[in-house]
């Protein structure tokens, strides 16, 4: 069995399930109908006799009787005439009816086993039996109580094996017929288990595919749906989908990564050759350690977030969510963040009060504190920044206000990009992740990120919760 495949396994079972159901089914048929068949033999016997009980009559002379009218058979009986029907007469199914004296002397009539039953006493409306060549027969006695039949008994006699013929019948049918619906259930079964087994198959191509081809862009395409198959293809689709991303995710932060640590790498190792080359002066050498110090911290912030933004992106770190005072939180934050005062820039705070919202601090305390730092990086000297918390509708808004530099029309699509940065605002300072990372927890949260910029007149950054 563990070398055949599914479809082979499930119709052996099959099989062998539906050979049961039918020898069961044989074996039930037969027993039933053997015991139908035999009640019906002895039903067949006693009507058969109960209809003769009524077709015998005495006459006390043969004066009074009208020849033509009277077509059944006379005998001479004690001082007058029994008068027996011509249907007496004969055999009926198989029953065997005879007129017998009280004393077993047979009047008239057949009786197929005399010898057996000529010790058998008469029993009026009771059912015997009695064997006879090692064959089994049904009796049935009534005794006349007409008239002047005083004295007679009707005796019906028929062989259990009356019922033979039709079970015979019964027999050679089923014989016949149930391993033909045996053969056509299992070709049947085969036929369906194996047009249920091919999305298994198809399943199974697609992911062999995947696996040789490493695309994970391809899916399984059942067609329309919705049993446990389908249900399973959508779920390799799912995970074939999240791997790609997973992969996709992988392959950014390495390019990204790889492409934005080139430019501290090669300032730091030319200003160590360049210290290298001859003697410089110690000013010179501080001025050199300091390039590399600056290019190394920035170097150091530029992995942490690349690390942090990943793990946030691709869900592989868990971030808990408590129920918190957004309004408070916003507040604290904000007036933190005004003792800065880069550039002489005034920061200032508006929230409405007793906002709370569900979702994990260290987040979206970093969220606010990003846009805050983007709008001193690129904000006017003597500025301003507006911090503005408010509830409209179900919605919560948060927003950051600059009157800065501003944010070409063109470039708005693009500056939530990873490590992009507007060219003409490019200081040098930041790696480009800040507004990307404010977009991920944004969607962490259920939320979206909007920029509204004109250049020259400020910019104002909102997430919406």
């Known amino acids: 069995m563990k070398g055949l495949s599914l479809r082979a396994k499930i119709t052996l079972w099959f099989s062998a399930a539906m050979i049961l159901v039918v020898l069961f089914t044989y074996v039930s048929v037969l027993s039933v109908s053997e015991r139908i068949l035999q009640k019906t033999v002895r039903d067949n016997l006693i009507e058969t006799v109960e209809n003769n009980f009524h077709e015998i009559r005495y006459f006390p002379d043969l004066s009074s009787v009208d020849f033509g009218q009277e077509a059944g058979h006379f005998l001479a009986f004690e001082s007058g005439y029994l008068e027996v029907e011509d249907d007496f007469l004969n055999e009926v199914n198989l029953v065997y009816t005879a007129l017998y004296r009280s004393d077993a002397a047979l009047l008239y009539g057949k009786n197929p086993i005399p010898m057996a039953t000529a010790g058998l006493k008469f029993a009026d409306s009771r059912l015997q039996t009695v064997k006879a060549d090692g064959m089994t027969y049904y009796v049935f006695d009534r005794k006349l109580t007409s008239k002047g039949l005083d004295g007679l008994w009707l005796r019906g006699v028929v062989s259990e094996e009356q019922g033979s013929v039709p079970m015979t019948a019964i027999t050679r049918l089923s014989l016949i017929l149930l391993p033909v619906i045996v053969l056509i259930a299992c070709f049947g079964g085969y036929a369906i288990v194996k047009r249920m087994l091919r999305p298994i198959q198809k399943i199974s191509e697609t992911a062999r595919q995947i696996g040789r081809d490493g695309d994970l862009k391809k899916r399984i395409a059942l067609g329309p749906g919705n049993d446990e198959l389908h249900r399973l293809a959508d779920t390799f689709n799912e995970t074939f989908e999240k791997l790609d991303a997973a992969f996709e995710t992988e392959r950014r932060f390495l390019s990204d990564a790889s492409h934005e640590l080139r430019t501290p790498m090669s300032v730091i190792s030319a200003q160590c050759e360049l210290s290298l080359e001859e003697e410089r002066t110690p000013e010179e050498y501080r001025e050199a350690l300091g390039i590399i110090r600056r290019q190394s911290r920035r170097m150091s912030r530029m ?117 992009y940065q507007v060219s003409s605002s490019r200081s040098g300072e930041g790696a480009g992740l800040g507004l990307s990372m404010v977009s991920e927890i944004a969607r962490f949260h259920g939320g979206t990120v909007s920029v509204s910029s004109e250049p020259g007149v400020g910019s104002t950054f909102t997430v919406t919760f």
């Open 303 to 419: 992995i942490g977030d690349m690390l942090e933004f990943t793990r946030l992106e691709s869900g592989t770190e868990r971030y808990p969510s408590e129920e918190l005072d957004l309004s408070a939180l916003v507040s604290s934050l904000s007036a933190d963040m005004a003792l800065i005062g880069e550039k002489g820039i005034t920061l200032s705070c508006k929230v409405e009060e007793g906002l709370r919202f569900t979702g994990n601090r260290e987040l979206l305390t970093r969220l606010l504190s990003n846009l805050i730092a983007n709008a001193y990086r690129y904000g006017r000297p003597g500025g301003k920044i507006l911090v503005n918390l408010k509830k409209e509708g179900e919605h919560i808004l948060l927003s950051v206000a600059d009157d800065g530099i501003g944010i070409p029309q063109e470039e708005q699509g693009k500056i939530f990009g990873r490590f």
